[in-house]
């Protein structure tokens, strides 16, 4: 089973960029689909994004076309690359991996520890 440890979150004024990582340990990172989701203060987790084995890729509508979801098989990492950030992104970052590209939480059965992202106005 892989293990996921994430980094890179941090504090960024709204506009600006970070790049998220999810480092896996354990074995067949490449035979996992990985996630991102996140969680607000307050509100329920949600779906970032997704990408399958064959690196197909899947946005949620908040952040299409702002966020970019890839995969190194030979470093073992998933990475989120977050542009255009506004406050609402403000959240705790958890990568994810299971055996499809779910945009549920619950075909995830391997959960990292979480990556705080605030976004200042």
């Known amino acids: 089973q892989v293990q996921l440890v994430e980094s890179g979150g941090g504090l960024v004024q709204a506009g600006g960029s970070l790049r998220l990582s999810c480092a896996a340990s354990?074995?067949?990172?490449?035979?996992?689909?990985m996630a991102w989701f996140r969680r607000a203060p307050g509100k329920e987790r949600e779906f970032v994004s997704a990408?399958?084995?064959?690196?197909?890729?899947n946005y949620a509508d908040s952040v299409k076309g702002r966020f970019t979801i890839s995969r190194d098989n030979a470093k073992d990492t998933l990475y989120l690359q977050m542009n255009s950030l506004k406050p609402e992104d403000t959240a705790v970052y958890y990568c994810?991996?299971?055996?499809?590209?779910?945009?549920?939480?619950?075909?995830?059965?391997?959960w990292g520890q979480g990556t705080q992202v605030t976004v200042s106005s």
């Open positions: 994810a991996a299971g055996g499809s590209p779910s945009i549920r939480g619950s075909s995830y059965g391997t």
């Open positions: 354990g074995r067949f990172f490449s035979a996992y689909a």
């Open positions: 990408i399958s084995r064959s690196s197909s890729t």
